[in-house]
């Protein structure tokens, strides 16, 4: 089968949206199947592209035998509404006009657009409909509810013609794919999709790519953690991931010099962080810059407890967020401040220790008792590792994933040409 998918996010991005999209396209290939990724060149989550890609407008690579073609998309560090609203749109643009012209002589059997961002799943519906393709839409994150969760936006004439195109892509796409039952719980109920429409093929891990205690003993060497206990968040430092409450949470902590609190990564936010710990003199908290896929994982090896984030909002108690499944793949024990889906999932596994979002005292008293209890993290740690491997292998859900484009495809009856 062809496939094509469209994607605003691809490797070497950091993040859940391009692992996904590249881990899931690499199955399907070594499935046997043609996939090409529709994406833009590399420039998430700082805004910057690299100076080989600057200007350039398209370029065609192969990634693990995934035919990869990117296009132009304007790049900006996200700070501004309407700077992203610009590169979103460019995205638009430079799939339609550039990315389209390509697929017209070997038409692709499906296409599936995935959001975030919302413009992407757009560009996605367009080609299938220009090219009389099956259009599977993907929905990684409820667009524009959780732009008016994070208070990014409020409900304006911009949010309501979002809402307009979520219900046009919900109504016409053939299929939908969401990553959790939460989300198909909302769209059901906010937009009256029927049930039957929507898949659900959450994120997971690739076992193979997370070895536990993998690349400690050189991550504790680098930042003198030998002796510290670590309390790591990693991943995108943003609006919806309340992490100045995490900081409010290491001032109270400040008299055990043994925990240490680590962000890496990048996100809008992420400035105002460092300057508030600054502030502050927070000799408990360290900020490290954005690590390559390959350093990731000995991170987590080099962690005590993982932490997991999100604010205090209705939308976020159906989020499931995929470094939830990393942490537990290399047997660390998670404080999970997110309710919903991801806390029953982390308890269902005894894997980790639920917090109420947004509550400094409560994320404090659980790490001081965290730290305290070696043997409960060690069995929390296994019980997650086990769990995942069980329930959320890349390349079973990789399958399922297929198995659901197929019948699309089927039951378009697509000729192949």
Request: hydrophobic share 40%; glycine share 8%.
């Amino acid at each position: 089968m062809r496939i094509l998918y469209i994607s605003q996010y691809f490797i070497p991005e950091m993040g859940a949206p391009a692992a996904r999209v590249h881990e899931i396209s690499r199955e399907w290939v070594r499935a046997g199947h043609d996939v090409t990724v529709l994406t833009t060149f590399s420039n998430h989550p700082t805004g910057y592209k690299s100076p080989e890609d600057c200007w350039v407008l398209k370029r065609r690579e192969k990634v693990d035998g995934i035919d990869l073609r990117r296009v132009y998309s304007y790049a900006t560090p996200n700070k501004g509404v309407g700077k992203r609203m610009l590169g979103y749109l460019s995205f638009l643009a430079g799939a339609l006009m550039l990315g389209l012209p390509q697929f017209v002589e070997k038409k692709p059997h499906v296409v599936v657009g995935t959001s975030p961002q919302l413009l992407a799943g757009v560009a996605g519906f367009l080609i299938a409909r220009a090219l009389g393709r099956p259009f599977v839409f993907e929905v990684r994150d409820l667009w524009p509810e959780s732009i008016l969760a994070v208070k990014a936006m409020e409900e304006n004439l911009v949010v309501r013609g979002l809402k307009g195109l979520a219900d046009l892509l919900y109504r016409q796409s053939d299929r939908i794919v969401t990553v959790g039952e939460g989300y198909k719980r909302k769209i059901v109920e906010l937009y009256g999709i029927p049930e039957s429409k929507i898949d659900v093929i959450p994120n997971g891990v690739v076992a193979d790519q997370f070895t536990p205690g993998a690349g400690r003993d050189e991550i504790c060497a680098e930042h003198g953690w030998e002796d510290r206990f670590v309390v790591l968040y990693m991943g995108t430092h943003g609006m919806a991931h309340a992490l100045s409450k995490v900081l409010d949470a290491a001032k109270r902590l400040e008299s055990d010099r043994e925990i240490l609190f680590a962000f890496v990564g990048e996100g809008a936010e992420k400035e105002a962080l460092k300057t508030r710990a600054r502030e502050q003199g927070l000799s408990n908290v360290i900020f490290i810059d954005q690590q390559p896929k390959s350093m990731v994982s000995k991170y987590y090896a080099a962690c005590d407890l993982g932490l997991v984030t999100l604010r205090k909002d209705p939308l976020f108690q159906e989020v499931l967020p995929s470094k939830i499944f990393e942490y537990m793949a290399m047997e660390k024990p998670l404080l999970i401040s997110v309710g919903g889906q991801a806390r029953e999932l982390v308890e269902t596994a005894c894997a980790g220790r639920f917090v109420e979002p947004e509550n400094p005292e409560a994320l404090a008293a659980a790490t001081l008792d965290m730290k305290t209890g070696s043997e409960e993290r060690a069995r929390m740690g296994k019980n997650g590792r086990t769990f995942v491997l069980a329930n959320y292998d890349r390349c079973v859900l990789a399958r399922r994933y297929m198995q659901v484009l197929e019948s699309v495809v089927k039951g378009r009856s697509v000729s192949s040409n």
